[in-house]
DNA sequence: GATGAATGAGATTTCATTCAT
DNA sequence: AATGAATGAAATCTCATTCAT
């Protein structure tokens, strides 16, 4: 019982393991070997159930990026202020990066490996796009400060949130619990005040 | 004389003939003969300068990285107010980019190539200090919120500014000069206000 | 049975091939997939069972140091006389040529390509202590002159049998058997003599 | 005049560093550039004075050679007891050794890099032979033992010298004034044993 | 005489991928 | 499902040699 539940499970652990060590070493610089390695498999096994090592990401991207983007789009379907929208977009994606930060380094850093790479995975342009749609409705709500450009306020919007989940991922920054919820008061009181209306 | 201070510049030629490569294909996808045939050289010259590849590209970052730091380091000197000091770091920042996209590119897309790279390059975390200390500075004299935790806001405000270059170096954002200009102006704002001072 | 008996030796399958193709072209003369051709695999399965090139010329020279040393500790540690002693350890090392003239050829040619390859052999210096021990033991029981310095004594007597043997490598003396029993019968004859108690 | 008599000696020079490196890391394992560090000057001069590193060791080779069988036909010549001659040999070889170990290093243990390069040193095979029929004569004569093979009595007599020498060069044997002393008092004393009449 | 930039043939090494077991 | 031996294309790197200055 357990040996065939687990079994199914398998691909996923390659799964989580080539996420571990892309975040770590980086998709180029890492081997096929690398991931078997880190799930505790031989090489050969990666070949069972991918086709090749470039297909590994992709199936990240794809996986991943998918309800990150289906969870925005249905936030942003809410009659929920633009405020309390943007905080629940936060407080979303700060939880799923707190609990696993390095896919979202991943999902990130990697997605510029190529750009065939990019135009295939339409997840990840649908969530950005998801993300400045709720902006862009909440200036013409007034609710948020309509003189930014609501598509470079989605970049810098992520670039905050993407940075110190960077840091955290390569050591650079402390990580223990209450250093995570000094980093979510502090970013999520620069994006409220960032995005806010105007100063009247 | 000519022929001596253009003979010079061979070590010069082979970086930027890099930059360019790296910008283009990125620096794992080329070959040590793609920079050597993109400045007109045989590949065996490269390693009369360089001892590897690697040191190619770590030679890039640094030399690089080091410019923007003092930069940052001299703005942080002046006596400009706290909000004008983050102005023209973030107006230093975005400009590079139209000054010389194809290093931007590089720097933006490959520094995250490895993180033995990063930890190497002791400019890149001058250049993080620097700007922790100039938002340090500005709590102390009040005129940004001491509330905010001085690390990670640093952090914060460089992703910002690096996921609009990201997003300009992957062909995500529009990139013309109007749009660099409005790029500054959101950005900044949004810097002015997230790390102002809190309402009181 | 038989398959995977015989797939268990492709490392003494490719160690061989490298014996013959050093034997015949030298070390540095040769190239990896030269052994490989020799062994009739490609060149890239040499890595999967050693690490560099290197490594197959260390791995040939510690697997057949370490019998030779424990040989002459055998010897050393039998109640003959020393004369006897000394007399076997010069028709092993002698008759080596004829049982296995190219690892011979190897051993004696290639052992000064590098001082750091010999100081990395152990099997190389616990050779030459046995020796050295089997001397001195000589030289207190009043067998062998106790007024030669042991170490000299043993560098010596290695010598004698090591320009015999280049001799045979290097085609300069003739290498036939009678060749080696005569060659076996004057190095004995010399080391008893040379070794032997002072005149009274 | 010192820079014009000096500058004589540049070919000298790069010759006895090269005899200094190529004793250290072995002539295959040594580049030009090494020998023109050791000489103090610029790779690209070695090639105004030699055609090829080949024709640097080959120039060692023919000049260090030359005058050593010299010598000792000289000695065979004399009317001197063979025993007395042999003696000379060896003191000469000895004293050649201590006055200059690197290059017997360089002469006995390169000389077997390539049967081409045996070939056309003529001046090898000269004192080896010379040697021979120095013993050869010593033989007929009643002074030397003659059941030993005086072929091989030549190559282990050599042998003998040779490891010592080997010992000293690359740090493994004591070389300190007085530990020389007792290696030529043992070395010596083991030959005039060894090749002595045999025993009444 | 002297330098060292420049070349390029050729070597070692890596590693994604296949496939027999 | 799972292993790991085996392949080979393609990359990095070395270094003897040339030659303009």
Redesign the interface.
């Known amino acids: 019982m357990a040996s065939s539940s687990r079994s199914a499970g398998r691909r996923d652990d390659l799964l989580s393991a080539a996420v571990r060590v892309f975040a770590?070493?980086?998709y180029?610089?890492c081997r096929v070997s690398d991931i078997a390695d880190e799930a505790g498999v031989s090489h050969g096994l990666v070949y069972h159930y991918f086709a090749s090592k470039d297909e590994v990401l992709e199936t990240i991207f794809r996986e991943n990026w998918g309800p990150i983007g289906e969870a925005i789009l249905q936030i942003g379907g809410t009659d929920d202020s633009a405020a309390e929208q943007l905080r629940k977009v936060a407080s979303l994606v700060l939880h799923a990066w707190r609990r696993d930060p390095e896919t979202v380094r991943v999902l990130v850093?990697e997605?510029?490996?190529s750009?065939v790479l990019?135009e295939r995975i339409g997840e990840f342009q649908t969530a950005?796009d998801a993300l400045e749609a709720m902006i862009e409705r909440g200036q013409e709500r007034g609710e948020l400060?309509a003189?930014?450009?609501p598509?470079?306020?989605t970049?810098?919007?992520?670039?905050?949130?993407?940075?110190?989940l960077?840091?955290w991922v390569?050591g650079r920054?402390p990580g223990a619990d209450d250093d995570v919820d000094?980093?979510e008061?502090?970013?999520t009181?620069?994006?409220r005040?960032?995005?806010?209306p105007g100063?009247a």
Chains 1, 2, 3, 4 share one sequence.
């Open positions: 770590r070493k980086g180029h610089t850093r997605i510029s490996r750009p990019q950005f400060d003189a930014l450009d598509r470079f306020a970049y810098a919007m992520w670039g905050m949130l993407d940075e110190v960077t840091g390569l920054l000094r980093a008061a502090t970013v009181a620069m994006l005040r960032a995005l806010g100063v």
